[in-house]
């Protein structure tokens, strides 16, 4: 062999040793940035499915600090938060066979984040003298607000069942916050589709408080995965359960699920539509025709309808749709939320959409910053429904 070619070789195997390094630099580069990406939306977005069982007593004891645990309901309002009859405090109520209203439903029902006094209920109670018992339970589902509701034995001429557009996601868990690691995991009754297509009340997963510790044990969360529609949903979108380093080892498996979902949001960036912005929240998909959220919510609302009617008393339904469904009706004209509106029309259930009442108004004032109604936007939702009421009153 001459020099030459040795030489030759000795330049050609340097140039693929070069080659190699820079790619692998300009790998090592990309990863750590990926790597870096993904563990942010781990933190903030929650892009990986996971379930994370509590690491103590002490875990458990703080996810139920301020929605202490409820057998049949899965947890209420603090006792330090309650009213004689079990309400969130307002007024006092003297012992009457019949009051006037009571509502049941959510955050947005129970008016988180403005005090006592600032709640619709009690603006309410304000102008018109009526009493109006709030039974509103942080984080509920519909289908919780109605079994409280059912449990319920203070009368009224009227019961107000509140329905934030986001809930049905809610009536397909089973247990809060099961795949999201950054949130409490906790246990709650859920409505169940039979193979014949009969719906029956799967209990409370936790019977007791002393089934809390069971909240440590990742067999029994994973258990629960068997009668929860959202593990189910985003295993068929491939969606991965942990972050890998290196980050490499996270995407290529679930490439499909990161491209579609880079591919969703760049979409609507740069050509929105109302299919774009609606695909944004997931839950939306339960209102197309067919869907399991959109059986259980309508089998709800006639259990609803059907308890008031044994109990003489007059279903009212209020419709809260959140801030950015609002954003969608206000700038397509659409309600991703229309099956349930049409289905409550069909059905001649008394309702108001909210939908229809903040359309027309500066929305800005309405909403605090994590997003439930403001003294503002309170007073508005007062108004109407005394308006409501007072022509069923004729």
Known sequence: MNKGYACQELTHRKKVLFTLLTLFVVWLISDTIAYVTLRYLRETKNVFITIRPATSDEQVWRWYERSPFHARWGWDIPEDRKGKFGNRKGREYGIRYRYAIKVFGDSFAYGAGVKDSETFEYLIEEKTGWDFLNYGVTGFGTDQALLKYADNGIKTRYTVLSI???????????????????????????????????????????????????????????????????????????APSELRWPATLTIIPHFDYFLGTVARQAGHAAWPTYESHVSRLPYNHLYEEGSEGLKIMRHIIKQFGATAAARDEIPVIVVFPKREALKIIRKYGKKPYQSMVDFLKAEGHGFIDFGDVFTDKDISKYYIADGHYSLAGNEVIANELIRFIQRLNG
């Open 164 to 238: 934030l557009d986001e809930n049905i996601e809610r009536i397909l868990d089973n247990c809060r916050g099961l795949l999201d690691p950054r949130q409490a995991k906790k246990p709650k009754p859920r409505f169940w589709i039979r193979p014949d297509g009969s719906i029956t009340l799967l209990e409370n997963p936790l019977k007791s408080p002393s089934d809390l510790h069971k909240l440590k044990d990742i067999s029994f969360l994973e258990s629960l995965k068997e009668h929860q529609y959202w593990s189910k949903y985003y295993e068929k979108l491939h």
